[in-house]
Structure formats: structure tokens, C-alpha cells
């Protein structure tokens, strides 16, 4: 039977009633050009309609409940009651690390003494009333600190101290590394990722790494995004633009004073203009900038008389976005990674290098990138570091 035979009451409530199901649903394309063929009781109708909204309803509910049902992400902070874990902890729980869709449960660890300031700290997180955090679990146990965790990022190390060696400060965290690898390799799952945060950053990674048999090495990293950050912003002020402006920033080798900060191969723009060329002064980029950055940590001791914590929850919450969603196209980061013998880099040495992400979190070291003489030679100097603090590392180890 011909569509004009329906009388145009009926046709119009099944038109309504298809419409209906698709605005319920969020169709992008209504049905109104649709008619149903044949005669419609007023019976048929009214089941019709019903049904539209049984069916529609349980579209929305499944798909609101597939949105919903985020599992958490469980992350664990060591050194949950000391100044960077309070400026990092706030970011976390209200999505900036993982996503403004992605819950956390926190699992914050810190020694016996420091309890009660951490319960204080879990008092503020409820207090802030945030969405996405699930839950805030403070404890001095590393069994339940690292239970089933997805991320670790571990802050807490012995600080140096006045008149203390470097070797006396390998010896206390050497310790403390060896038993955290240790924990996480019997608590955590074998997929955790694991950002060491607490200096010496480089070596106790490897330490870490080196404990915990059942975790990939790929799994361990150590920050250097803080020493990205503060070379980024330099070249920004030299080249007058915004520090969004600026990037491919290369930092190699170790978290500490000999360190080489890389600009040759930062672009600046939207149109990727070679920073050096802009900057134009490679007495500067040789010399100051390169000081600026290895020795900015100390300055910030100087005249706050504390250290960074502010930058470096704002590097660690970077980094691990990074290590998360992935860098796009051309992009790059540095991170502190197990060598694998890039640029002669000795193997198993953690080494600050640059990378390229994939979403999800696996890496590659970026490749091919010149090497010059002056480039060499500050690579191997902060190499030579990291092997004396290996050699003597092992040495506490065994």
C-alpha cells in the first residue's frame, strides 16, 4: 500500500514517534522523512510509542554507564607528606596528569613519624571534594603503599645534608631504592609505570630498576623534564615568545650539575624556526644558558632557602602526561631512560635522552640526531658522572 493512503493523523504520530527515539538516542539524522507503510491502530500506536522509550532509555543508560565506568587509575606518591608531593598531589586528583574522565585512587607513603602530617594531607583532599578522586590511602607500609598500583612516582629520598659526601648520600638511597624496587616488584602490577623523582634521580632509578626482576626496565624513568622545563623557558625569554612557542628541548644525561642542555634542535613557532638561529650567539648558548640550567636548582635553594616544588610537581605532572597520551608528530620530550647503547651511551646506564611516545606509553629514543664535537663532549662528561655514581652504587649494593 502507497505511503499517501495512511491517513496524515497516523502518519504524523509515527513520524513523531521515530523522531522521538532518535532525539532520545542523540541520532544526528532524525527519521522524519521515514513513514510507516499500511494502517496503524490507535492500539499499535501507543505500543509503539512505549517501546520508543524502552528502547531509547536503554541506549542512554548504556551509554552513560560505558562513559562512567572508568576503572581508577591507583597511583602511589612517596614522600606524600613533604612539600612537592602537596603541590602534586591537588593536580592528580582534578585530572591534570591523567585526564579530566580518568578517577585516581591515591596511595600516598611516608615514614612512621610523618604520619599524622599525612593524614592532615588526606584531610585537605577530601576536603577539596574532587570528582575524580575515588579515594586517599595513607600508610607507612610500602606492601600497601604499592598494592596493585599503575604508577609510581617516588619522591621520598634522603636529602643531602651539610658537610654529607656523595658518597654517604649514594649509601642512604641506595638503601631506600633497593627496598622500594623490592616492594614493587612483589606488590605493584608487572605493567606499572615508575617515575623516580627523589636525587639522586638517575642513579637511584637504576638501583630501583635493578630490584624489581619481574618489571620491564622500559618501566623505569627518572625526571629530567623539570631540567627541560627551565632550558625551555630561557630560550623562550632570549627569543621573546611564550615557552608554549618552543619545543624539540633536549636534555642528555644526568639530573645533576653536569647535565647538557640542548638547544640545537628547538624550534620556535608555529613555523619551526631554528631557536639557535634566532638566539644567534653561541657564546651564550656554550656558556651561560648551559650554567643557567645545570645550576638553577641551587639558585631556588639560595633564595627560597628550600628546594623546587612548585616546577617540580608541574614537570612531574608533564612527564607523565607525556608517558601517558603520547608526544604528537615531530614532537619529543627528555626523559631519564635505561640505556640501550644510543649515541654510545653505556648500556643499563639511566641517561636522560630524547624520545618519542606512542599513546599508551611505549618509547623509542629519537634517532640519527648530529652530534657535535662540543655536543660530544659534554654527553660523555655527564656519562663519566653517572658510571662513578654506578660503580659506587653497586659497590653499597653488594
Request: aromatic share 6%; with cysteine.
Given at each position: ?31 522524519s522523512y521515514l513513514y510507516i507503510p499500511g494502517f496503524l491502530s490507535a492500539t499499535s500506536c501507543c505500543v509503539i510509542y ?231 650567539d653561541d657564546l651564550w648558548l656554550q656558556g651561560d644558558f648551559i650554567k643557567t640550567v645545570q645550576t638553577r636548582g641551587g ?100
Open positions: 500500500m502507497h505511503t499517501q493512503h495512511i491517513p496524515d493523523r497516523k502518519r504524523r504520530l509515527a513520524c513523531q514517534i521515530l523522531n522521538t527515539i532518535c532525539s532520545r538516542v542523540r541520532s544526528p539524522r532524525p527519521f512505549f517501546l520508543s522509550f524502552l528502547v531509547s532509555d536503554f541506549c542512554i543508560l548504556t551509554f552513560s554507564s560505558s562513559k562512567m565506568e572508568k576503572e581508577p587509575v591507583r597511583v602511589c606518591v612517596t614522600g606524600g607528606a613533604g612539600q612537592i608531593a602537596y603541590s602534586l598531589l591537588l593536580r592528580i586528583a582534578r585530572g591534570d596528569m591523567f585526564g579530566d574522565d580518568q578517577p585516581v585512587i591515591l596511595h600516598l607513603l611516608d615514614l612512621d613519624f610523618m604520619m599524622e602530617s599525612l593524614n592532615g594531607v588526606v584531610m585537605e583532599l577530601d576536603d577539596c571534594a574532587l570528582p575524580l578522586l575515588k579515594d586517599a590511602i595513607a600508610t607507612s607500609d610500602p606492601a600497601v603503599a604499592f598494592k596493585d598500583i599503575d604508577v609510581a612516582i617516588l619522591v621520598g629520598a634522603f636529602p643531602r645534608k651539610e658537610g654529607m659526601e656523595r658518597s654517604d648520600l649514594l649509601k642512604r638511597n641506595v638503601s631506600i631504592f633497593k627496598a622500594a624496587g623490592e616492594a614493587l616488584d612483589a606488590h605493584a602490577k608487572n605493567t606499572v609505570k615508575v617515575l623516580v623523582v627523589g636525587n639522586p634521580a638517575n642513579t637511584n632509578c637504576m638501583i630501583c630498576q635493578r630490584s624489581a626482576k619481574n618489571i620491564p626496565p622500559q618501566n623505569f624513568t627518572c625526571l629530567t623534564r623539570l631540567d627541560q622545563n627551565r632550558a625551555t623557558v630561557q630560550i623562550a625569554k632570549r627569543c621573546g615568545v611564550s615557552a608554549k612557542d618552543v619545543s624539540n628541548m633536549i636534555i642528555w644525561g644526568n639530573h645533576s650539575s653536569t647535565q647538557f642542555p640542548d638547544p640545537r634542535f628547538s624550534k620556535v613557532g608555529e613555523d619551526c624556526r631554528s631557536a639557535t638561529s634566532i638566539v644567534d639558585a631556588i635553594i639560595k633564595a627560597r632557602k628550600l628546594s623546587s616544588a612548585m616546577s617540580a610537581a608541574q614537570a612531574i605532572v608533564d612527564h607523565m602526561r607525556d608517558w601517558t597520551f603520547g608526544t604528537s608528530g615531530d614532537l619529543w620530550t627528555s626523559m631519564g631512560i635505561v640505556s640501550d647503547g644510543s649515541y654510545d651511551i653505556p648500556a643499563g646506564l639511566v641517561y636522560s635522552m630524547p624520545v618519542r611516545i606512542a599513546p599508551g606509553g611505549s618509547y623509542q629514543v629519537v634517532s640519527n640526531l648530529e652530534i657535535s664535537e662540543f655536543a660530544r663532549g659534554m654527553m660523555d662528561a655527564t656519562a663519566k658522572e653517572l658510571l662513578e655514581e654506578r660503580e659506587l652504587a653497586l659497590t653499597f649494593l653488594s
